[in-house]
């Protein structure tokens, strides 16, 4: 009954509105009570601090500093500059060049919101001038902008490998088939959407001005293979990875001669507060996980689960649907860290792929930036389009149709998500 009150305060909290943050504290500090540890309050000090002290979580900070550090250094319009050279003379050809720049540029940060903060001020001006209406382009924007996550290197990814235990190395190259399946999803619905409303194409670029644009580019995408290789062939680990994406970033900087004191103090800055935030809900979200395991909420839920349903196909498509509503209304992170370790025991019962359950998990509760109330993307995009949030909500729940298509082949063809893991680390 504790693990059902805790989850019931947070729920009834963050539909209140209140921050996730303190929702978390709040529903692990009821819980406590509830155990009758009254008199011993530190036990959620010391949950929190064990649910961080983790080496895997090093890499999470460096990360997001070095997502931070090239955004900060304006290499934006190379990527954008080598997609539009590449698919620009396709029907609807800079809605094209805004899918295929969020897959060039998720490879750098990882993150769906700074894709959507650094792509769409240069994104959304340029359609605006070649005249798809504002609305499209937010929401071609901010639908795109959920292939970074997947994509590595990625920090939901890195999140859910240290909570469900799995390897960061396979979950990295776990994101690689999808994201190129939902990019290619996205760009067929943009293309049929552009035939019927007219959109322009871009003039077919010459070869010589592909490859001027990949030389230009060619340092900046070559962060997430230095990245991912390093990782691959061991020379790192997943936390020095993170220390080398770092150290990347800041040489690209100096090269491109756009770092500076303000870019470094606004990256560290920034870093900071995300970081904090990160490991403050991981710590406490720790708390709620003990109280879950020492009321034996994962194994009876395993227990009903397992004796009611007895299909994983089933379970898979029933969990999608709890996903996509729970995404509405709650922070992509907290809910990976609290929902993952519950349901562990259900996904090692039907016997799935934990790396390709992370997979299909971190993707469609991405879709919850899309949707409101949460939605942060539409509120950035609003932001930057000068538009009310109810046009471009909108104008972006039509491309939920590709976007569910794309995470059902995934979730029920397990090969595209592990196809690559097992080449390179075996099955």
């Known amino acids: ?21 303190t929702s978390i504290i709040i529903a692990s500090a009821a819980g406590v009570v509830a155990l009758g540890f009254t008199d011993r309050l530190g036990i959620v000090s010391q949950q929190m601090l064990d649910g961080i002290n983790s080496p895997a979580l090093l890499s999470v900070p460096f990360f997001i500093l070095a997502g931070n550090l090239l955004n900060g250094c304006k290499l934006t319009d190379r990527i954008f500059r080598f997609a539009n050279n590449l698919v620009g003379h396709i029907r609807g050809g800079l809605a094209q060049v805004n899918i295929l720049a969020s897959l060039l540029f998720g490879g750098i940060s990882g993150a769906a919101v700074a894709d959507c903060a650094a792509l769409g001020t240069v994104e959304v001006k340029a359609m605006r001038e070649r ?41 990295f190259l776990a994101g690689i088939m999808p994201a190129l399946l939902l990019v290619a999803v996205l760009m067929i619905y943009v293309y049929i959407v552009s035939v019927r409303r007219n959109f322009p194409r871009e003039k077919r670029a010459k070869f010589g001005e592909v490859a001027r644009s990949a030389v230009d580019g060619f340092l900046t995408l ?16 997943a936390s020095e990875a993170g220390v080398l994406a770092c150290i990347y970033a800041l040489g690209l900087g100096l090269y491109y001669r756009t770092l500076n004191l303000d870019v470094l103090v606004t990256a560290f800055r920034d870093t900071a507060y995300l970081s904090t935030i990160a490991l403050l809900m991981i710590g406490f979200s720790a708390t709620v996980g003990w109280i879950m395991a020492f009321d034996l909420v994962p194994q009876q839920l395993a227990d009903f689960i397992l004796g009611n349903i007895d299909s994983k196909w089933v379970f898979i498509l029933v969990y999608l649907l709890f996903l996509i509503v729970l995404g509405c209304v709650f922070d992509a992170t907290a809910a990976l860290i609290i929902l993952v370790p519950i349901m562990l025991p259900i996904v090692d019962g039907f016997g799935i792929d934990r790396v390709h359950f992370g997979i299909f998990t971190v993707l469609t509760l991405m879709v919850g930036i899309l949707t409101p109330p949460v939605g942060i993307a539409l509120y950035i995009m609003m932001d930057i389009a000068k538009l009310p949030f109810e046009k471009v909500a909108r104008a972006t729940i039509p491309f939920l149709l590709p976007i569910v298509i794309a995470i059902l082949l995934i979730a029920f063809v397990p090969q595209i998500s592990l196809f690559l893991p097992n080449l390179v680390y075996g099955g």
């Open 1 to 21: 009954m504790t693990g059902l009150l805790v989850l019931g305060v947070f729920m009834a909290l963050a539909f209140l509105s209140v921050p996730i943050l």
């Open 131 to 171: 005249g798809y209406p504002a609305d499209f382009a937010a929401a071609v924007t901010a639908a795109s902008s959920i292939v970074g996550p997947i994509f590595p290197p990625s920090i939901p990814l890195l999140i859910y490998a240290f909570v469900s235990n799995a390897s960061v190395g396979r979950l």
């Open 222 to 237: 070559l962060a997430p293979g230095i990245i991912l290789g390093a990782m691959l062939t061991g020379f790192t680990t």
